[in-house]
């Protein structure tokens, strides 16, 4: 199975029960946006954490009563983030949302050894886009988490990325290890890179997926362009991951399908104990919505 858009996404999970969600600094309106969108269909129930009268305030604005028990006080960021992951420690929610505060400051407090919910070596950032140019979705990692990772850290971000893939209902995710050529070349450390993830995959070392490497854009995402360069996989012209050589390419990568090409983009930070949104402070609140929308796919 592979998801053509976040409208069909939005329709798989029409028929699942709403998760649990803590908002951290949630006194922002364009993060209360999204949250209530997405409580009121179906997909979450928000626990707000954050300045208790500005939330109120807020959300009286947006027609929305909210009990008591739904709203957490916090002064700061610092208790924003700390009071946000001790709710998620004790069970109290399936999902972390990232409301109006750095994202640095939230993952300090997602990170820290003891009172924090890493469960993972390498935590890395998938951006999702639904791009109208091609058929279905894309995952573009690692474009905000790892600045210049090595082959054991694109081993953690390759699978988090296929993992999350599955979490959504994909059978054998496509990956595609990006580098400007399609040799294995020396003056380009990425090439060798992505021919030794290709290699794991195909000794099963990352379970059910297809993984090629080294490859560029063109052919990951273009089918015609392989043919006519004569680059055979089952993986050109179909990729779902888009593997980035650098957190540089990842997010220069997103933002321009985001921007220029016209997409839709939503984004989680993967290896923590729950899916972790981490939208920028200005994103729109449709934007937001659809980072809700995939994490709580994945509970």
């Known amino acids: 199975m592979v998801i053509a858009s976040f409208s069909e996404l939005k329709t798989r999970l029409c028929e699942r ?4 969600a803590v908002v951290a600094a949630a006194h922002d309106e364009h993060t209360l946006q999204a949250v209530f969108t997405a409580h009121r269909d179906g997909l979450i129930r928000p626990i707000l954490v954050g300045h ?15 009990e008591p028990a739904q709203v957490v006080d916090a002064a700061d960021d610092g208790q924003c983030a ?10 109290a929610g399936a999902l972390l949302i990232k409301g109006m505060l750095q994202t640095g400051v939230l993952l300090k ?14 935590m890395s950032h998938v951006a999702i886009l639904d791009v109208p140019s091609y058929h279905k979705l894309l995952y ?17 971000i390759l699978q988090n990325a296929v993992e999350f893939c599955r979490f959504l209902g ?15 070349t020396p003056s380009m450390p990425e090439t060798a890179d992505g021919a030794a993830l290709k290699q794991a995959a195909e000794q099963g070392d990352f379970g059910p997926c297809l ?36 957190i540089a390419a990842g997010n220069l990568l997103g933002k321009s399908l985001y ?35 995939i994490s709580a796919a994945m509970n």
């Open 170 to 184: 994909y059978d054998c995710p496509k990956a595609a290890a990006l580098c400007a050529v399609e040799t294995v």
């Open 52 to 66: 208790k009268e500005k939330i109120l305030a807020i959300a009286q604005t947006l027609g929305e009563e909210l």
């Open 140 to 156: 573009v990692t690692d474009g905000g988490m790892v600045v210049a990772p090595d082959l054991e850290q694109k081993r953690h």
């Open 259 to 293: 921007g220029l090409a016209g997409g839709e983009m939503a984004g989680v930070v993967l290896g923590a104990s729950v899916p972790i949104t981490v939208n920028s402070r200005g994103a729109t609140p449709e934007e937001k919505y659809w980072s809700i929308l």
């Open 211 to 246: 993984v090629e490497g080294p490859i560029s854009l063109d052919l990951a995402t273009d089918r015609e362009a392989a043919q006519v360069k004569g680059y055979q996989s089952p993986v050109a012209g179909d990729a779902d991951i888009l593997l980035a050589p650098s």
């Open 17 to 20: 029960s709403p998760k649990s």
């Open 82 to 91: 700390a009071r946000s992951v001790e709710l998620i420690r004790s069970g």
């Open 109 to 122: 407090a997602v990170v820290h050894r003891e009172t924090g919910i890493r469960a993972s070596a390498v």
